[in-house]
């Protein structure tokens, strides 16, 4: 296509451009993130020099979300753990100054998602655990029931995690609260830090 006098001449047609510079872009799966997965969100783990990727099943009836992790020098993506069908990592939060990754787990089925777990992840082992479930959390006085719902920041050592947690309140009211709370994991106990009046905010 021609240009007017003093126009800036068109950009090439990419038919145009030498090859060299369209690099093939691999495939989640080639990476090593679990078929039919996308909307990543990437996390990095600066003393462990560890990449996380949590990632969703694109098509699925219900949630299927997956932790995945390589070291720097890795060329694919690892599984954080394995879960059986139903069970999916949530949220997660890393220990900026420790090695830990700590995540939450749902149970999902068609009708909906309960809390399943909290576990512990060590980064430089790649070494994980279990250390809540439904059932053993100390609740603060004046609720019956507690479930956690998001991870969001862990201390160095691993024991302690900040993370949005559901409280039920005592017969006879059965009120439902939402709050951010301090977990210790060798304790088991729920400090709450502050209510969140807008349900998550």
Sequence with gaps: MGNPLGM??????????????????????????????????????????????HSAKAESQIPEQRLSIRHVNEPRYGPVMEFSSGISPSSFAIAEDGPWLLFVTLAWTERGGDWDALYRFRLDERTGEVVARRGELILPAGYQNGWMTEAMSASRDGNQLICKVGLQQSAPATVVEYWVCRFSIPEKTVTPITHLKGVFV
């Design 8 to 53: 800036e001449p068109d950009p090439p047609e990419p038919s145009e451009l030498p090859p060299h510079l369209f690099a093939e872009v691999p495939s989640f799966e080639d990476l090593g993130i679990p078929a039919g997965h996308a909307y990543p969100r990437l996390a990095y783990h600066e003393g462990t020099q560890t990449l996380i990727v």
